[in-house]
């Protein structure tokens, strides 16, 4: 929704305006079809990996100010929405409450996320499920594509 790369650009440029956290890399742009079964246009994935000396539930608060900043409005669960930003690994932590899930649970199960993490951490260790570049990535579900930069 409104120019999804556009979005994630600007999603990007804000994550470094967190403090005490600073942007070190950030991957390609991936489209991909939409997960869930409610029809919408594709989306436009990304990961960014950042050095933090926030705790994981202030950081998560600052990256849903930023989805907020840029429009976006509670949905319904899979449905359209301007900016998804997800808190996917923290460190080596082990994090299950009812606010924040780290690993995100569902890493392991898709490509959009498992593909941008491949491109710029290969040799990350996801706790619980060993190194990102060991997890078998499917191309064909959903579909995904590396946009051209």
Known sequence: MEEPARQ?????GLLE???DTEL???SSLYRSGPLGGIAQPDFVNSVAKILTLLDAHSLLQ???AIEQSQGRVSSERWGPRVLDLDLLVFGDAKIDQSTLTVPHPGIAD???VLLPLQE???ELIIPGLGCISDIAVNRTEPRISQIDQ
């Open 8 to 12: 994630i650009e600007r999603a990007i």
């Open 62 to 64: 600052y990256l849903q």
């Open 24 to 26: 070190i890399s950030r």
């Open 120 to 122: 710029i951490a290969p």
């Open 110 to 112: 898709r490509n959009f």
């Open 17 to 19: 305006t967190i403090p």
